[in-house]
Structure formats: structure tokens, C-alpha cells
């Protein structure tokens, strides 16, 4: 990257970077868990007013040190495992996390997701060309609500041997029971560097470290074998300053305050940085996520996260649209070409629609659609002497035939020009003919038929071990009744 290629100089950078620690030193955290405060308190912080903890900026450069700078996501199919380390590359990309709606793509009408949709859903992102890893698309109200990332795990693992991101948790026990059966499905435990599962862990804006949730950041990593994802959701103007270069220092110090707490739990453990950063708008005051905003600030946050050697999973498919419509389109198109210049090593959003709230299959195809034309519109084109081949290029003009038929035409033709997924590229008789009245009818049609494929399925053996660590964790739990986990996932797979 160079200056000219980002609104974000490397001085505003390290503006930022000295923001965020000055915040941490002076304001500091506020902390709900005293098992968190215990650690921090040891490590050297300072107890100040209002169960806050100020965090020195030695403390911090000691925990980002202590950060491994590479570590692999394993996944059942060791070929799709996720290197990830800060440096620009590729990017891996991976869809909305915990929509609550199924949305119709043509009214917005909405109702709640089962894990039926969850099912079909998977099934789709698993047999999408430009998606590397999948998480829960949607929280299924048709399973009882503590084991619904056990039951949401249990379909993404039945469904796809691509890397799966771990379900949102809130307690520490659904932590410790992911972790169970993503051993059991990659088979990796963290040694070696490869790890079964990365979980998330939400720090609340302004800059306080809830109690339930750092408990169970903790206990986890104490446990070893999982990575952890510093999830801050701060909103410019109302949970964090209203000017970007502001909120994003302050989301800053939100991921390095988490950064702090792990490695203080267990020094060592991988870290990647989430920055979830939203704008208002200044009209009414409500969240957006499709305003360009989001792709400026992921661009900042993909440099900052690179400053501390951090790999960073910033958003870019996102849109504020109800429906599909041109505001979907554009809103889309800016977002992850934006997302993308840095080069994070995670790209989020495959599937967002309605600011997060919804997702539908029609928006998981057409965004493999857009990232096929994005990923292509930010590839080097070839410049060499074979693509710069004078002799060829003197004879399609001397010999009168034009270029189609020669044989560099051939070499170069399939890779220099982007093959659509989606997008119709015929003529006008033959659109009318078809029928369709646009965009939504192909991503319907084209949804119906990867929703329709086989399964990946699981061996019996593992499918058995995951439906039992789901029964292990109702018993535990004191929940009678739960929904036979193999017999659910039977009716939901059809």
C-alpha cells in the first residue's frame, strides 16, 4: 500500500495508535469482571474512579509481544485451512454473523430464522467460489436458546469442510462445548500452531469489559486451543467520538484492552483484531452499515491492526437497503472494493443485508457476484513480455483479421476477462424471452440449485461425538426435553 492509495497516511496512523493508548493510560477500562480486574491489577494497571482500570502503554506493548504473528484456522479439509498473520496477501472472506431474519429480497418483509434456513444457507456459502470460511448466518429461535451455537456448529460442520468461524457465545460453558466439537471435527487442538476454532469476544463501548463475557474469555483461554477474535462494536457519534479519526481510536484501545486481558489470561494465544466500527446518521441518530464510512474506517483499522502485527477481519459486503435494490448494489460494490485495498486478511459480510438484521439465500449468490468482479478489479494485470507480445500484436493489426483468432488471443483471453457467476450478459430478446424481471430471479434460481446439491455430511463416528457433547451440555445445563440433536439435523437437512 501507498500513501496516495489510502485516506490514511502512515502519521495519521501512528496519531491514532498514540491516541488510543493516551485513552487506556487516562481513562482507562472499565471492568465488570473481577477475575479480569485481579489479572490487570497485577499486571501493573492502576485502579481509578468508577470500577475503571487505567492500562499503561508498557503493558500493552508487552501483550502485543506476546501475540503470536502467524497461526492457521484448521478446518476438516486440511487443504482449506486459514493462515493467518498480518501481512497483506490474500484475503479470506466470510459471511454475516447472528442475523435474526430471513428477509424477502423484493419487500424486506421478514420473519425468524430456523435451522432449517441455517441448513440451506450453509449449504450454499459452502459451494460458493469466493468464500473461504462460514460462521452461523442466522440464530435459530427453533432450538432452545443456550445451545443454539451447539446446534448452529453442529449444521455448518455437517454442511462444509471449508474453515469454520465459531458461533457468537455468551458464556463461558458454550466456549468450552465449541471447542469440544471443533477438536473433534479439524482434529487440531492448538499445538502445532493450527487451531480447531476462533472465538469472539465483544469488549462494550465506550471501553468497558463486560463481566459475563470476560469471564468466559478467561476461563477459555486459560483452557487453551482456541484463538480469540477483540470484537468491538462502537458507533461514531453516540458510543464513541463523532470524528472517524477519533472512533477509530477509541475502537483502538477497545481491541487493545482485550489484546491486554488475553494475553495476561495466557500469554501466547493468537489474536486477530475485529473492528466493527458504524457510523449514524446525522439526521435520526441510527446505526448505518452500507454509508462508505464502513470501508473507510476498515481501511484504517486493517493499517492499525498491521502497526501491532495483528491480522485484522474488517467488514465491506454491507448495505443499509431493505430490499435488493440499486442502494443494495452500490452500497455493496463500494464497501468491499474499500474493504479490500489493505489487504485484510479477513473480509466480513457475505450476506448482510438490512444493516445486519436479515440475511437471504439470494444475497449470499449475488455477493459471490460482487466479490468475483471486486477480487478481479484489484488483481495485477499481467504486463510482461508474453501479454506485451509486439510480434502478436503487429500482426493482428497488419493482417487484417483482427485478434480473435490468433493464438494470443487464446493464451490470454480466459484470464484477462472476469466470467460472471450471476450477472446476465445476453441480449434483450433473449432476457424477454426468459421471463425474469431481474437480478433476484437468477439469484433465486441460482440459490435453488447449490441449496439443492448434497450435503458434505460427516462420518457417523464424529457426528455421534458432536450430538453427544450437545446432550452432555443440555444435562449440564438442566434442560429437559432438548431437541435429539441428530434427529433434528435429519428433518432440517431436507
Given amino acids: 500500500m ?45 485502579g481509578v474512579d468508577g470500577g475503571r482500570v487505567a492500562i499503561p502503554a508498557q503493558v500493552v506493548e508487552e501483550a502485543l509481544a506476546a501475540c503470536p504473528r502467524s497461526f492457521v484456522l484448521a478446518a476438516r479439509d486440511p487443504e482449506r485451512a486459514l493462515v493467518i498473520d498480518p501481512d497483506p496477501g490474500v484475503t479470506y472472506v466470510h459471511n454475516l454473523g447472528g442475523a435474526r431474519d430471513v428477509s424477502d429480497p423484493r ?53 462444509t469442510d471449508k474453515a469454520i468461524g465459531g458461533p457468537g457465545i455468551s458464556h463461558p460453558f458454550q466456549a468450552r462445548y465449541l471447542q469440544e466439537m471443533a477438536e473433534a471435527v479439524t482434529g487440531a487442538d492448538g499445538s502445532g500452531g493450527a487451531y480447531p476454532v476462533d472465538l469472539a469476544f465483544s469488549p462494550v463501548s465506550p471501553l468497558i469489559l463486560g463481566g459475563d463475557v470476560s469471564d468466559a474469555l478467561v476461563e477459555q483461554v486459560r483452557r487453551g486451543g482456541a484463538a480469540v477474535e477483540i470484537l468491538p462494536c462502537p458507533a461514531a457519534a453516540t458510543t464513541a467520538p463523532a470524528a472517524l479519526s477519533a472512533a477509530l481510536a477509541q475502537q483502538h484501545a477497545e481491541v487493545l484492552s482485550g489484546v491486554v486481558l488475553t494475553q495476561l489470561a495466557a500469554p501466547g494465544t493468537p489474536v486477530y483484531y475485529g473492528p466493527r466500527l458504524s457510523a449514524v446518521d446525522p439526521r435520526s ?67 448482510e443485508i438490512q444493516a445486519g438484521v436479515a440475511s437471504c439465500p439470494e444475497v449470499l449468490v449475488i ?39 490468433t493464438k494470443h488471443t487464446r493464451r490470454f483471453i480466459r484470464g484477462e476477462f472476469v466470467s460472471p457467476l450471476l450477472s446476465y450478459r445476453g441480449g434483450l430478446g433473449d432476457w424477454v424471452a426468459g421471463g425474469r424481471s431481474g437480478l433476484v430471479d437468477f439469484a433465486t434460481e441460482r440459490a435453488a440449485e447449490l441449496s439443492s446439491r448434497d450435503p458434505v455430511g460427516l462420518p457417523d463416528d464424529i457426528l455421534r461425538e458432536l450430538a453427544a457433547i450437545i446432550d452432555r451440555c443440555a444435562a449440564g445445563l438442566g434442560i429437559a426435553g432438548h431437541p435429539d440433536p441428530r434427529r433434528l439435523l435429519d428433518r432440517a437437512a431436507w
Wanted: charged share 20%; with cysteine; glycine share 8%.
Fill in 367 to 405: 455477493d459471490d457476484e460482487v466479490l468475483n468482479n471486486v477480487r478481479y478489479a484489484l488483481s495485477p494485470r499481467p504486463w510482461d513480455a508474453d501479454a506485451l507480445d509486439v510480434e502478436a500484436m503487429v500482426d493482428g493489426v497488419l493482417s487484417g483479421r483482427g485478434f480473435l483468432g
Fill in 107 to 159: 419487500t424486506g418483509a421478514g420473519r425468524r430464522a430456523t435451522l432449517h434456513d441455517q441448513v440451506l444457507a450453509t449449504r450454499i456459502m459452502h459451494n460458493l467460489v469466493n468464500q473461504e470460511q462460514i460462521t452461523s448466518l442466522w440464530q435459530p429461535e427453533d432450538v432452545p436458546d443456550p445451545l443454539e451455537p451447539l446446534y448452529s456448529y453442529l449444521v455448518l460442520a455437517h454442511e
Fill in 2 to 46: 501507498t500513501e496516495l492509495a489510502t485516506p490514511w497516511p502512515s502519521d495519521a496512523i501512528e496519531a491514532m495508535h498514540g491516541a488510543a493508548l493516551a485513552l487506556l493510560e487516562r481513562a482507562g477500562v472499565r471492568v465488570e469482571s473481577e477475575a479480569a480486574r485481579e489479572l490487570l491489577l497485577t499486571a501493573g494497571c492502576t
Fill in 285 to 351: 441518530g441510527v446505526v448505518v452499515s452500507g454509508t462508505p464510512e464502513t470501508g473507510v474506517t476498515s481501511i484504517a483499522a486493517v493499517l492499525l491492526a498491521r502497526r501491532c502485527g495483528l491480522a485484522c477481519d474488517c467488514y465491506g459486503l454491507c448495505s443499509d437497503s431493505k430490499v435488493v435494490d440499486t442502494q443494495f448494489g452500490y452500497e455493496r460494490a463500494v464497501n468491499a472494493l474499500l474493504g479490500l485495498v489493505a489487504r485484510p486478511r479477513l473480509l466480513s459480510g457475505v450476506g
